[in-house]
């Protein structure tokens, strides 16, 4: 796995969200972030691929998301989409 930090968010942070599976996509956004030395913090934030979206492996079945690799970026943003 390849673990980088990004911008000013530091390498051991761990995000909470939730994540959906209908459909031809997965969708998961991120609410929290809590910070290494355990401060939790707000965020606003999606999960993407370079297309935009998380498109599900065919395979996957009812209630999961197989997605074709493990590279995802992440996306601040101030409403989610």
Avoid: N
């Amino acid at each position: 796995m390849d673990v980088r930090p990004m911008g000013g968010i530091p390498v051991g942070t761990r995000l909470y969200g939730r994540v959906w599976t209908g459909g031809s996509e997965a969708v998961i956004r991120y609410y929290e972030a809590e910070l290494p030395d355990g401060r939790r913090l707000p965020i606003c934030a999606v999960a993407q691929d370079a297309g935009g979206g998380l498109v599900k492996r065919p395979d996957s079945p009812p209630g999961s998301a197989f997605l074709p690799d493990s590279g995802t970026g992440l996306s601040i943003v101030s409403v989610f989409p």
